[in-house]
């Protein structure tokens, strides 16, 4: 007899807050992410990243260098705002 299977799926929702602006983000990878909408972004700009899953909210200090349409390429430039650690 095998085991019933765990179907927990967790709510993940993360947003990029940059210029008094909270945009929706797609995709986050290494040191680049993809925004649901386009939007020019300055470089040089610091920003958050902000991911919750399951509520529990996790902020990271970011610097954007480049900004164009949907694809915002960023630097880490501080540590965790909730935590010590980084998710990326």
């Known amino acids: 007899m095998t085991a019933p299977k765990n179907e927990y799926s967790a709510h993940v929702d993360i947003w990029l807050e940059v210029g008094g602006r909270c945009l929706d983000v797609a995709q986050v990878g290494d ?10 972004l300055s470089p040089s700009q610091h ?3 902000v991911v919750t899953v399951d509520g529990e909210r ?7 260098r480049r900004g164009t349409d949907r694809v915002v390429e960023f630097e880490h430039c501080g540590p965790d705002l909730h935590r010590q650690g980084t998710l990326f």
Request: net charge positive; aromatic share 10%; charged share 25%.
């Open 31 to 40: 040191r680049s992410l993809i925004l649901r909408d386009c939007y020019q």
């Open 47 to 49: 920003a958050k990243i």
């Open 58 to 64: 996790r902020a990271y200090q970011v610097i954007i």
